[in-house]
């Protein structure tokens, strides 16, 4: 089992940023690629960004790149999203997950926090 405990979620100005943290327990960090998803009220969970297992290769949704950033700490077992330029659009509870591989779609991904509410304002 894996345990992931999501925080940073809040309420910001549109054009702010904000940092996600995901906090990881439970089996080895370095065996799992990390993603963050979102899901707005009425829609569906939908992909953000993904990381491998060493931290060296990420893949975004073509709406946050250049904004976001994915980055991960096999010392301190966290993954962080780094979000930059906000826009209403983003918000959404954000959450984390681990999984085998990077993948886009969160039915690959076994693990999940609870989520953190981000909150964009125009």
């Known amino acids: 089992q894996v345990q992931l405990v999501e925080s940073g979620g809040g309420l910001v100005q549109a054009g702010g940023s904000l940092r996600l943290s995901c906090a990881a327990s439970?089996?080895?960090?370095?065996?799992?690629?990390m993603g963050w998803f979102r899901q707005a009220p009425g829609k569906e969970r939908e992909f953000v960004a993904t990381?491998?297992?060493?931290?060296?290769?990420?893949t975004y949704a073509d709406a946050e790149k250049g904004r976001f950033t994915i980055s991960r700490d096999n010392v301190k077992n966290t993954a962080a999203l780094q979000m930059n330029s906000l826009k209403p659009e983003d918000t959404a509870v954000y959450y984390c997950?681990?999984?085998?591989?990077?993948?886009?779609?969160?039915?690959?991904?076994?693990?999940w926090g609870q989520g953190t509410q981000v909150t964009v304002s125009s």
């Open positions: 439970g089996r080895t960090f370095t065996w799992y690629a």
């Open positions: 997950a681990s999984g085998a591989y990077r993948s886009r779609s969160y039915t690959d991904y076994s693990y």
């Open positions: 990381i491998d297992r060493f931290g060296s290769s990420t």
